[in-house]
T-cell receptor, first 112, second 116 residues
Framework: QKEVEQNSGPLSVPEGAIASLNCTYS??????FFWYRQYSGKSPELIMF????GDKEDGRFTAQLNKASQYVSLLIRDSQPSDSATYLCAVGTGAGSYQLTFGKGTKLSVIP | EAEVAQSPRYKITEKSQAVAFWCDPISGHATLYWYRQILGQGPELLVQ????????DSQLPKDRFSAERLKGVDSTLKIQPAELGDSAMYLC??????????????FGAGSRLTVL
């Protein structure tokens, strides 16, 4: 059973701070990793994906991947109240990694 | 911007009734997925199609759930009979862009089912 684990939170950070979201996965053969944001009552929307070890930056978001430790994280710099949402970590599994296994999500609250 | 269309957005039904959800993926996307998301949980894959063929339906409760994608474009997910535990958001997603985005899933708005 391929598993993706996330702290359920809630994680509360003050506005302007750095929010750090973490995720571990069980399938050592996984090759692709995704972060989705989900506002309450809405569907998931893609924030970033990362395939290689190291950091990948996109605006205020940085994804970090360590395949040896089977660990992926998402940093949100200068957190804004609009960042308050549930963040879902997803790992590509199956043939060609064309199937995503999701964690339960971490709920982030950014306090003004 | 291309979108995945889903309908209905909301459905309330009584247990033992039949329910159907429809999904139209982004044009040209060969892979279509149905996920179920129970409140407070992450999405769980029910079925994956590649064109009109089922790639994976190992987590689909086949005694009551069925899914089809007859012409390899839009898809229907059916539940009959519905049970109280089926209350959830049913998410359709598609993928199939350029190679570097081939496994990036784009989700529709979802269909929220409430079974009374």
């Amino acid at each position: 059973q391929k598993e993706v684990e996330q702290n359920s939170g809630p994680l509360s950070v003050p506005e302007g701070a750095i929010a750090s979201l973490n995720c571990t996965y069980s399938d050592r053969g996984s090759q692709s990793f995704f972060w989705y944001r989900q506002y309450s009552g809405k569907s998931p929307e893609l924030i970033m994906f990362i395939y290689s070890n190291g950091d990948k930056e996109d605006g205020r978001f940085t994804a970090q991947l360590n395949k040896a430790s089977q660990y992926v994280s998402l940093l949100i710099r200068d957190s804004q109240p609009s960042d308050s949402a549930t963040y879902l970590c997803a790992v590509g599994t199956g043939a060609g990694s064309y199937q995503l296994t999701f964690g339960k999500g971490t709920k982030l609250s950014v306090i003004p | 911007e291309a979108e995945v269309a889903q309908s209905p957005r909301y459905k309330i039904t009584e247990k033992s009734q039949a329910v159907a959800f429809w999904c139209d993926p982004i044009s040209g996307h060969a892979t279509l997925y149905w996920y179920r998301q129970i409140l407070g949980q992450g999405p769980e894959l029910l079925v994956q199609f590649q064109d009109e063929s089922v790639v994976d339906d190992s987590q689909l409760p086949k005694d009551r759930f069925s899914a089809e994608r007859l012409k390899g474009v839009d898809s229907t997910l059916k539940i009959q009979p519905a049970e109280l535990g089926d209350s959830a958001m049913y998410l359709c997603a598609s993928s199939g862009g350029p190679a570097s985005w081939a496994n990036v899933l784009t989700f529709g708005a979802g269909s929220r089912l409430t079974v009374l």
